[in-house]
């Protein structure tokens, strides 16, 4: 029973099958040669696809090996072209509950004495308040980044706003949005966004292909120098069966959008009403109108119960979940989302998140309505709570 889609969710038939058949064809996307121009073909016919599947541009579209790198490039790159522009553009405002792959290019900015970080705090729901954000923005900002969903609490961001509050200042926003893509209007253009990350595994693609969606003429600096196979920013021979895979995957992921978000809200629902009843000692975390959070994210913050105890508790009746962001090379560490919104470092390390997903079914809802109280308590016992 798998319950970890926000950390990665399954290959989809499509996108396996349009890999397989990219895969027969031999040749590098940059060869002038005729092996070379097929796979050049299969290349940008994925390109033209996952633009046109997230409001862009086929050439704003900038492959990627996952979200990490797209977000690497995003603040790095725009935060050093628009320096270079104008050297007294030294803040980068993120927001507090930003993915690492956001947070920790941004601190690392900060560190080495390249940026000044302003990092925009949220509510107890893990949203920025929009007036903060234009307290924080001015002549001196040189880019703004914040997620448009989040991918521990499912809080969706005021993408909205915070466009607005930059536009003002000339300030070029960015915004991670791999967890967004399946279930949220994600369009490049719509958004008033100047660049977008989006991620291939999210949307039952295959892991190592992602995406930077960025507007023509944004000052970015490559991050990695090569070849410069992308508008010279990003260097690397192309990977074109990946591509297709993605394409395919994310063609998909956006046809049934609609109907997804609805048939996991009601598993959600059902899935929170049981905790209530059956763990009333665990708080659900994140925003409760659904406007405001992802439909499939269940976040529990439950004291006294260590995540890693539960996890492996759930693991060991076949259930997998997670204490939330996947990346921190396999530790459980107190989460920093957990404490953004107010609970203290010993609490945060007693986080549970639920993520349900395409393959998600009523059964996987009662079998961890029937494991998580067993769990808990044998978690807190553990602890002595």
């Known amino acids: ?62 492959l990627t090996s996952g979200g990490t790198e797209a977000d690497n490039l995003a603040i790095k790159g725009l935060h050093w072209g628009r320096a270079a522009e104008d050297p007294a ?146 260097s690397g021979t192309l990977d074109a069966p990946g591509a297709a895979a993605f394409a395919a995957a994310l063609d998909d992921a956006v046809a049934e959008r609609d109907a997804e978000r609805a048939r996991l809200e009601r598993l959600r629902a059902r899935l929170v009403e049981g905790l209530r009843a059956r763990v009333p000692e665990a708080t659900v975390s994140g925003p409760a109108d659904p406007a405001h959070r992802l439909p499939g994210i269940v976040h529990l913050v439950v004291p006294g119960a260590r995540a890693e105890s539960v996890l492996f508790l759930l693991d060991a009746v076949g259930i997998a979940a997670s204490s939330g962001s996947a990346c921190t090379a396999g530790l459980v560490q107190s989460s920093h989302v957990a404490m953004a919104t107010g609970w203290s470092a010993d609490d945060a390390a007693c986080t549970v998140r639920l993520s349900l997903g395409r393959t998600s079914t009523d059964e996987d809802v009662a079998a961890v309505l029937d494991a998580l109280p067993d769990a808990v308590a044998r978690a807190r016992a553990a602890s002595g709570r």
Do not use: C, F
């Open 1 to 62: 029973m798998y319950l970890d889609h926000a950390a990665t969710t399954p290959l989809r038939a499509s996108a396996r099958e349009a890999w397989l058949a990219a895969a027969e064809e031999v040749g590098n996307p940059s060869s002038l040669h005729a092996a070379g121009r097929r796979a050049r073909a299969i290349l940008e016919d994925a390109r033209e696809r996952i633009a046109a599947a997230l409001g862009a541009d086929a050439a704003e579209v900038i």
């Open 89 to 234: 553009r030294r803040d980068l405002v993120i927001s507090a509950v930003e993915h690492h792959a956001v947070l920790d290019p941004a601190r690392w900015l900060a560190e080495r004495g390249d940026a000044d970080l302003v990092e925009l705090p949220v509510d107890p729901a893990g949203r920025i308040d929009a007036g903060a954000l234009g307290g924080a923005v001015g002549a001196t900002t040189s880019l703004v980044s914040v997620m448009w969903a989040n991918n521990e609490v499912g809080t969706v961001q005021p993408v909205a706003a915070v466009v607005e509050a930059a536009r003002a200042h000339g300030v070029p926003v960015h915004a991670d949005a791999v967890q967004a893509v399946p279930y949220l209007d994600v369009h490049l253009h719509r958004s008033g966004l100047d660049a977008l990350t989006v991620s291939a595994h999210k949307v039952g693609g295959p892991v190592g292909v992602g995406a930077l969606l960025a507007r023509r003429g944004l000052p970015l600096v490559p991050v990695a120098h090569g070849g410069g196979q992308q508008r010279s920013v990003r």
